[in-house]
């Protein structure tokens, strides 16, 4: 099996983890690469030779690796989903960030996982993507923001739902989240934790100018339309937290399932439950007074 290598070179706990990933596959006689970035990153640290860091270089992962190692944390994943596209090839997540919903395993115990995938003790999760026509601007993994741009104002959102309307919405803004991205901005903006695989989309309103206005979960067959009704270059539109400059928005906007998923490596012993009770430190009850 080829690996490839993808990680946040801001931070520090990088170096260590893919220095021990790099004696291992050496020891084991694996193939691996590198994404641009990293491999210069290296060789500018003197952490790996230039002419071993320029062989082992690839502006594309996803054709030359069979799974993808994302070191970092969520953002990082989402920055490796993006350069994988539609090629089907799995992310394995390595976290060494703050929290890590998306990540399946941390930094100390990359080399256990590697020995677990080499055995074929894994599987892969397909994880539902959102495409959004305006005409043709993208897809996201896990969420479309409409948002407020350098205004106090309160912006103006139709939504429909299958060509039926749903409501306008008046607030500080829309997001549009698939069951990944239900931990991510809709779940700040009280929207509920959904699983993956559900087959679900949520919209969930930010900051919404009435008490009736709630969360609402739709299946992932719906076409959901969005016209914004303020005026345009108050707002701005963002796809896994990438802001869209060159997107105006006084046309409607279309979000429906993309005709690809983004696939994840799972390890032995994971579950979407032991996640949430881990990051959000559900069960531990309440803290005694010292």
């Known amino acids: 099996m080829t690996y490839g290598i993808a990680g946040n070179i801001r931070k520090e706990q990088l170096w260590d983890c893919i220095a021990r990933l790099i ?8 193939e691996w690469f590198l994404h641009e970035p990293l ?3 290296l060789a500018g640290r003197q952490l790996l030779a230039a002419e071993e860091a320029q062989r082992r270089s690839t502006p594309d992962l996803a054709v030359r690796s069979d799974i993808i190692l994302s070191i970092g944390g969520d953002g990082t994943l989402l920055n ?30 990359v080399i256990e996982a590697i020995g677990r995938l ?25 969420d479309v ?15 429909s739902v299958n060509g039926t309307p749903l409501n306008r919405y008046w607030g500080d803004g829309l997001i549009v989240a698939t069951p ?17 695989g559900s087959g679900v989309l949520i919209i969930s309103p930010i900051a919404p ?8 979960v739709l299946p992932a067959s719906s076409v959901i339309e969005i016209r914004v009704h303020s005026d345009p270059d108050t707002c701005q539109l963002a796809l896994d937290g990438r802001n869209r400059p060159e ?3 006084d046309l409607p906007i279309t979000v429906r399932k993309a005709d690809h998923n983004i696939r994840l490596v799972t390890l032995p012993g994971s579950h979407y439950l032991h996640t949430l009770r881990s990051k959000l430190s559900w069960g531990h009850g309440p803290q005694q007074p010292q």
């Open 23 to 30: 004696d291992y596959f050496g020891a084991h006689e694996i």
């Open 39 to 41: 491999a210069r990153a």
């Open 80 to 109: 490796t989903a993006h350069s994988v596209k539609a090629t089907g090839r799995p992310i394995l997540g390595i976290n060494i960030g703050r929290l890590g919903f998306l990540t399946e395993t941390d930094a100390a115990n």
């Open 118 to 142: 080499e055995a074929g003790r894994f599987s892969l999760q397909e994880r539902t993507v959102i495409s959004v026509d305006h005409p043709d601007v993208g897809w996201a993994l896990n």
């Open 145 to 159: 923001v409409i948002s407020r741009s350098g205004s106090t104002e309160l912006i103006a959102v139709d939504v």
């Open 180 to 196: 990944t991205g239900s931990t991510a901005y809709s779940l700040a903006v009280g929207g509920p934790i959904v699983m993956p």
């Open 209 to 216: 100018h009435s008490l009736t206005v709630r969360p609402v």
């Open 247 to 249: 997107v105006t928005l």
